[in-house]
Nanobody, 115 residues
Framework: QVQLVESGGGLVQPGGSLRLACAAS????????MGWYRQAPGKEREFVAL???????NYAGSLKGRFTISRDIAKNTVYLQMNSLEPEDTAVYYC?????????WGKGTQVTVSS
């Protein structure tokens, strides 16, 4: 059973940075793609960023330039570097991975941007 475990969330002031990590129970090279989604209170879950097996990345248009997705294959971990954080970035951030027809989710990590 594939497991994804997020970490790195917390409370940060506006303008600050956080780096989230998503550790997979197996090789991330097995995934077609891995990504980050977020869900703010009262809103639907939305796409944040994606990294394909090839290493190609994709971002939500409004976040490109502030957020960067990367991976460490040796550590089976995908990261999300978030800079210039805004209160509107407050949400639970979820890691997602796709292997064939299977889709896997982590339990999420809370990010709160507030002064």
């Amino acid at each position: 059973q594939v497991q994804l475990v997020e970490s790195g969330g917390g409370l940060v002031q506006p303008g600050g940075s956080l780096r989230l990590a998503c550790a997979a129970s197996g090789s991330i090279s097995s995934f077609n793609d891995m990504g980050w989604y977020r869900q703010a209170p009262g809103k639907e879950r939305e796409f944040v960023a994606l990294i394909f097996r090839s290493g190609t990345t994709n971002y939500a248009g409004s976040l490109k330039g502030r957020f960067t997705i990367s991976r460490d294959i040796a550590k089976n971990t995908v990261y999300l570097q978030m800079n210039s954080l805004e209160p509107e970035d407050t949400a639970v951030y979820y890691c997602n991975g796709v292997i064939g027809a299977g889709q896997y989710w982590g339990k999420g990590t809370q990010v709160t941007v507030s002064s």
